[in-house]
């Protein structure tokens, strides 16, 4: 049980690590060409990368934390919020990046929440 518990929470850092990628690399790629989602995007992707190592990396994989999955969703919650309360809302690569990350970060991160809550629903392997 507590094996398909970390399974599932590797699986989850892992997709939060790619995010974190995409997020950061987002401003270059796509020409944001605004300070705000620039910043925005590179300060978030750091945030993920952190909360998806420090788990992925952990040195006791059993001992899960439930602090870093709700940081995880403060982190989904923020970019899915930035582009209104920074007012780069106009700029739609990176407002739909910013969405687009945001969400599923939150679902990611929600989805890590559950399978902790419900062991037995995690899968087996």
């Known amino acids: 049980m507590a094996n398909s518990i970390v399974h599932s929470q590797k699986v989850q850092d892992w997709i939060l690590g ?9 401003p270059w790629l796509l020409g944001f060409g605004d300070h705000h989602a620039e910043w925005s995007a590179w300060l978030g ?3 993920l990368a952190y909360l998806a190592s420090a788990s992925l990396f952990d040195a006791s994989l059993l ?7 709700w940081a ?13 309360l920074l007012h780069f809302g106009q700029n ?16 990611v991160s929600l989805w890590a929440e559950w399978s902790y809550r419900h062991p037995m629903a995690a899968p087996k392997r």
């Open 72 to 84: 995880t969703a403060a982190v989904g919650l923020w970019l899915i919020i930035a582009p209104e």
């Open 92 to 107: 739609h690569p990176a407002q739909w990046t910013h969405w687009l990350v945001g969400g599923i970060t939150l679902i």
């Open 18 to 26: 790619v995010l974190a990628i995409a997020l950061f690399s987002s």
């Open 45 to 47: 992707a750091v945030a």
């Open 63 to 69: 001992k899960v934390t439930q602090w870093e999955e």
